[in-house]
């Protein structure tokens, strides 16, 4: 089976439709797929519900998609470093699904798992809980929380070898892994890509059978969120 396009846009021929759900990884702005978000804006497709961590920032990661009006829904735990975002969702022009990090990422593991919902304590007693289903078990209260399974999954990884093996490098681990397993269809792009073989077997990460696409998306310019400096200390 071929996995290997040419670029982001030819990778996501024919999957890209008005008012689907995607699922994107990343973590702040590491470890996002710039590429394939970039090629989705360049689409024009509409309507977007996306599950991410974040919304990247402004003018970058998914606040590409944000400027240009096509995510009508986002279901993220940290948005505060977007004033766009934080601008449609006070004038009302974007629906926001707030979301503990750690819920959200067992949300998309239980979907790619075949996991409809599961209780946690987590978030109960909070605005999180509102309008949710209630259970005790051994005496304490658990809210349910539904799984995620989205229409595409779009992700980023360190390495790959050109069967889709991938291998994720730190923090980009986070979100990318479960994420890959969300949806109906994979696409990923990578850094580098290698002959099978290559990758220890026991630094595999994501197993080939759920990339279904893959492109080589280098070189990266890896942007910074925050710059921190101090004055050089003089003798």
Not at 58 to 66: N, V
Request: hydrophobic content about 35%.
């Amino acid at each position: 089976m071929k996995k290997i396009y040419p670029d982001a846009a030819a990778a996501l021929d024919g999957l890209l439709f008005d008012g689907m759900t995607i699922c994107a990884g990343g973590f702040g702005l590491s470890g996002i797929p710039e590429r394939l978000i970039d090629a989705i804006r360049d689409s024009g497709v509409k309507d977007l519900t996306i599950a991410s961590n974040n919304a990247g920032i402004d003018g970058e990661g998914l606040g590409k998609l944000l400027r240009t009006r096509q995510v009508k829904k986002m279901i993220s735990s940290y948005v505060g470093e977007n004033k766009e975002f934080e601008r449609q969702f006070l004038a009302g022009e974007l629906e926001v699904e707030f979301c503990p990090q750690g819920t959200l990422a067992e949300r998309c593991r239980a979907g790619g798992a075949g996991i409809p919902g599961f209780y946690t304590k987590t978030g109960v007693g909070t605005q999180v809980a509102e309008g949710k289903e209630h259970k005790e078990f051994d005496g304490e209260t658990y809210i349910m929380e539904r799984g995620i399974f989205a229409d595409l999954c779009i992700i980023k990884g360190w390495r790959a070898d050109t069967a889709g093996n991938l291998q994720f490098r730190k923090t980009a681990r986070n979100f990318n892994q479960p994420m890959a397993t969300a949806g109906k269809i994979c696409v990923a792009e990578v850094e580098e890509i290698v002959e099978p073989g290559q990758i220890d077997p026991d630094a595999i990460h994501l197993p080939s059978i759920y990339v279904k696409r893959m492109i080589n998306g280098s070189p990266y310019d890896k942007k910074i969120e925050f710059v921190t400096t101090r004055e050089r200390e003089t003798a």
